[in-house]
């Protein structure tokens, strides 16, 4: 069985349903997803066949795991430790300052085992996170993801298209300047994002930074508008932008080989995209961050952070720290 539901930023309403049908690409009338990865497999859609309420998501989710036939990858049996997460911070930072990479972004997971209501934690995430995308997928070989996302990979806008260059992060709150190594990071993503709308969309728009707060962190973000062209998709400039270098690197086949082989995980649909697509045509897709992956006793958290070749390990491990408290918080209240 193949499960979805979700809120869009700033509503009140979750949209459940469920469905054995799994369609390749992306499709109307869906919920669509797809893996940090393209290599691992491009996108999905799981069609609106069934619908739920969030009352009865628990009990779906239970006869999945009861049903077995489960063919996810195992979760991690143990989190990051910080000098582990130290080690892969220096090794990816020696090789950007060989010059093969600008930036390249450094995952770390916290495991747990706790008895957690999924449709509990989407309301309280939705709580904690009023202006997120807050969303839980369910397919027997991706497992089961639950997030609140700040971050927009593409969403119809009036007869335009939009996107965001989200990188660079401090605490809420914070009045000091931006750092160096923040805004070429932030650089680093805006740049990316304009060169491959350049190449693959019309009418390129491009607005000053601005701060987006997520929770107990605050980031730069630069807004794009587009269209698409006459005999072009969305899904084509879709497939260009992501992974971007918020969750990649740059260049970005490099970067997710150096992600492969520095970390100690698979990152399957963690900086991957998640979204839904309606009837009418509107197509919202989020970056799959801010997230977890779900089992019925157990959980692990995924949190990264952009290295450059000024990176301090310990401020990349600080970072995530404070990414993942709201999440860790909002776990702890959802035990069953």
């Known amino acids: 069985m193949n499960i979805f539901a979700y809120r869009l930023p700033r509503r009140a309403r979750f949209l459940c349903a469920c469905s054995e049908s799994l369609y390749k690409g992306i499709h109307p009338d869906c919920f669509v997803i797809a893996p940090f990865d393209p290599a691992e497999g491009g996108c999905l859609s799981i069609p609106f066949e069934r619908r739920l309420t969030l009352d009865q998501l628990d009990g779906e989710l239970d006869r999945c795991y009861a049903g077995g036939g489960d063919t996810a990858p195992a979760l991690p049996v143990a989190s990051t430790t910080r000098d582990e997460h130290r080690a892969q911070a220096e090794a990816i930072i020696a090789e950007i300052r060989s010059g093969r990479l600008e930036k390249c972004v450094l995952a770390r997971v916290i495991t747990g085992e706790a008895r957690i209501s999924a449709s509990r934690m989407l309301t309280v995430l939705s709580d904690a996170y009023p202006d997120a995308f807050v969303f839980m997928f369910h397919t027997p070989e991706a497992g089961t993801w639950i997030g609140a996302t700040p971050e927009v990979l593409v969403e119809r806008y009036f007869d335009r298209w939009r996107t965001m260059a989200l990188a660079g992060t401090r605490p809420a709150g914070d009045l000091s300047l931006w750092s160096k190594k923040d805004i070429h990071e932030h650089e680093v993503v805006r740049r990316y994002i304009q060169s491959v709308l350049e190449r693959n969309a019309d009418d390129v728009k491009a607005k000053g ?17 587009f269209r698409v062209p006459a005999g072009g998709s969305i899904g084509d400039i879709v497939a260009a932008l992501s992974p971007t270098p918020a969750l990649a690197g740059l260049p970005q086949r490099e970067a997710i080989s ?12 963690y900086g ?17 961050l801010r997230s977890m992956r779900w089992e019925p006793s157990r959980y692990c958290l995924y949190v990264g952070g952009g290295i450059m070749g000024d990176s301090d390990p310990d401020a990349e491990w600080e970072e995530t720290r404070r990414k993942a408290q709201t999440l860790l918080d909002v776990m702890e209240t959802c035990r069953r």
């Open 272 to 288: 991957g995209y998640c979204g839904a697509y309606s009837e009418n045509g509107d197509l919202r897709l989020f970056v799959n």
């Open 209 to 225: 930074m601005k701060l987006l707060v997520a929770g107990p962190v605050e980031h730069m973000m630069s807004r794009f508008s």
């Open 258 to 269: 150096l992600i492969k082989t520095t970390e100690n995980f698979t990152r399957g649909y």
